[in-house]
């Protein structure tokens, strides 16, 4: 069981059952997260948040003071993200880029163009000869390269060190920067490498990846003599929907990065999570609608389920959540309750995979009492298939705002 904040529960149990499923963003809990996050980094390092991991502008405006930009990862987001925060800087990426989203992209001066293949890099180059004479646009050349770690390659959630969509190959490195440092696109700047290679490590196998990335960068750059000048190595900080009280380990993290960046004087390196940052803020709540036993199990059924809150379905994982008892029950028939101490925690959509959670502990669990999911402040509502059934929507609470 996890415990949401007072501040989370009173808005829970205030709202009127017309108005649940809720998602509930505690922006004081995550302006307290990443200025500890920010603390932990040293100053070289720079922070951008992956907008993909929920882009609620509340939550893009609320992150600003803690990190230096947003990585975007589409046109659309490219858009939303510069109406939300506007004037941060932004780094634009993505596999598979239209030539509008790059042009939009150049005449908005984005901050950085993360290059993911040849064609990506010919598309912009193209694009960029357009541009006014003296015209800068800094470019990070994304590679897949290997995992420092080979045994977590095979993880689901690995993009580099294995067949992917992501990023360059690393046999078409030197194709890629000739074309850069030869002056074939004028406009272009190469700055350095990206490589986002996994989601869902912990400190030492994230900063293994980051080392040797960077040293795999460094050697690029003195093959072709050209100044690197930063590298992103991207996010992916674990999160353990298993363990909802524990947190990446920031420090040891920042001071890896501290080692790194010493040993390699002038480089910029940047680091840009999503998950690990906004995952603890939200809470998606609902009420239990109907208690029932099938097969020598019992189940409870809550009003929405993963078309809101898809996250358990994507992972396969048990949402931590906590029950909060409602003791009225403004119904004339009785009230369903669980007969078992353990009870599966089921959405209302017609697929066994509608599954919220497993063998919850929550004896005597009963219809009206509400539920409250943690760690769904990222990669939750956004991608979740809203529209399967064609159930209301939730309602949002931004709570803590400076509003
Ligand atoms: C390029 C890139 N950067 C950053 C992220 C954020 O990863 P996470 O939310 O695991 O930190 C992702 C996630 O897919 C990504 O693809």
Request: charged share 20%; net charge neutral.
């Amino acid at each position: 069981m996890t415990a949401p904040t007072a501040t989370v529960t009173d808005r829970v149990l205030s709202l009127d059952p017309t108005e649940l499923p809720a998602y509930v963003y505690d922006l004081a809990a995550l302006r307290e997260h990443a200025a500890s996050v920010r603390a932990a980094l040293p100053a070289n390092v720079e922070l951008y948040y992956a907008a993909k991991a929920n882009p609620e502008p509340e939550v893009l405006a609320a992150l600003g003071p803690y990190t230096d930009g947003y990585e975007v990862s589409s046109g659309g987001e490219l858009a939303h993200v510069a109406k939300a925060v506007p004037g941060r800087p932004l780094a634009f990426g993505g596999p598979g880029k239209t030539p509008a989203e790059l042009a939009e992209a150049l005449g908005r001066g984005v901050s950085r163009f993360h290059v993911e293949s040849l064609h990506d890099l010919a598309v912009l180059g193209t694009l960029s000869a357009g541009l006014a004479p003296g015209a800068r646009v800094p470019v990070l050349l994304r590679f897949n390269l290997p995992l420092a770690n080979a045994s977590l390659a095979g993880s689901s959630l690995t993009m580099g060190g294995r067949p992917t969509p992501f990023g360059l190959d690393p046999a078409d490195a030197d194709t890629a920067v000739r074309l850069l440092v030869d002056g074939r696109y004028p406009h272009l700047e190469l700055r350095g490498v990206h490589a986002h290679l996994a989601s869902g490590l912990e400190a030492p196998d994230l900063l293994a990846a980051a080392e040797s990335v960077v040293t795999w960068s460094a050697g690029l750059a003195a093959r072709h003599r050209f100044r690197l000048a930063e590298v992103n190595v991207g996010g992916g900080m674990n999160v353990d929907y298993t363990a909802p009280g524990s947190r990446f380990d920031w420090t040891a993290y920042g001071a890896g990065l501290a080692r790194l960046t010493a040993a390699h004087p002038g480089l910029t390196v940047r680091i840009e999570p999503g998950r690990a940052l906004t995952a603890y803020c939200g809470w998606y709540a609902t009420e239990v609608l109907d208690v029932k036993d099938s097969h020598g199990e019992t189940f409870a059924v809550v009003r929405g389920g993963t078309h809101h809150l898809r996250t358990p379905a994507t992972k396969g994982h048990d949402q931590p959540c906590s029950v909060l008892p409602v003791e009225t029950w403004p119904h004339p028939w009785p009230r369903p309750s669980a007969g078992r101490p353990l009870v599966n925690l089921t959405g209302q959509l017609c697929t066994p995979k509608d599954l919220l959670a497993r063998r919850v502990p929550a004896p005597g669990l009963r219809a009206g009492d509400r539920v409250a999911f943690a760690l769904a402040g990222a990669y939750a509502w956004n991608i979740s298939h809203h529209d399967f059934l064609m159930y209301p929507r939730p309602t949002f609470h931004f709570l803590g705002g400076h509003d």
